[in-house]
């Protein structure tokens, strides 16, 4: 079956702007994770979702980012008024949820903040 | 929570030799322990997985060992090749309920032809 997927895979832009990063992940796992991915580095988690339970959003680095989960699907990181370092791969990965953790990465998206 | 320690940060090791990641959890319930591979602009992958119930499983030239009364686990390669150069995370988690899976830092393998 369809894998995670992400949209888009690069986005360029200028500081100060905002971005919307989009994830979908494998049909009907309840798991939803964001990761932030500088060069080089490890995996920075940022958020995780599971089912409609609220969001553990403890690794989110400002306020200027967010994510949201519509329908319990597709996921939305938002990034307000970018900023230089905020330039990184940014990958999403889903999993069963409560029948599993097995973990499936999505491409990601890079993003570069000009 | 869980807390995930992985050793050493970077290995070089000469081709057709083995090598070995090890990794240390913090949670003694946590009972799954996957090991990914992220080859350079990819994303990372799974390459084996092992839970509490064994304490070893192979898979051709790789094979992870879990100890659980010192709560670590190690990633070993043998005979390694080129392509086995790439990042290794380790993680752990609690496989069951909504629990979160956590990471390594990651190491940097090389392989030295």
């Known amino acids: 079956g369809a894998g995670v997927s992400q949209s888009p895979s690069n986005k360029v832009t200028e500081k100060g702007k905002d971005v919307e990063l989009r994830c979908d992940p494998i049909?009907?796992?309840?798991?939803l994770y964001w990761y932030r991915q500088s060069l080089g580095q490890g995996l920075e988690f940022l958020i995780y979702?599971?089912?409609?339970?609220?969001?553990?959003k403890s690794g989110l680095p400002s306020d200027r980012f967010s994510a949201e989960r519509t329908g319990g699907s597709v996921s939305t990181l938002t990034i307000q008024r970018t900023q230089q370092e905020d330039s990184a791969v940014y990958l999403c990965?889903?999993?069963?949820?409560?029948?599993?953790?097995?973990?499936?990465f999505g491409p990601g998206t890079r993003l570069t903040v000009l | 929570g869980e807390n995930v320690e992985q050793h050493p940060s970077t290995l070089s090791v000469q081709e057709g030799d083995s090598a070995v990641i090890k990794c240390t959890y913090s949670d003694s319930a946590s009972n799954y322990f996957p090991w990914y591979k992220q080859e350079l602009g990819k994303r990372p992958q799974l390459i084996i997985d092992i839970r509490s119930n064994v304490g070893e499983k192979k898979d051709q030239r790789i094979a992870v060992t879990l100890n659980k009364t010192a709560k670590h686990f190690s990633l070993h390669i043998t005979e390694t090749q080129p392509e086995d150069s790439a990042v290794y995370f380790c993680a752990a988690s609690i496989d069951q309920g909504a629990q979160k899976l956590v990471f390594g830092q990651g190491t940097r393998l090389t392989i030295n032809p």
């Open positions: 979702f599971q089912g409609n339970s609220a969001p553990d």
């Open positions: 990965a889903s999993s069963p949820g409560l029948a599993g953790v097995r973990m499936y």
């Open positions: 049909s009907g796992h309840t798991a």
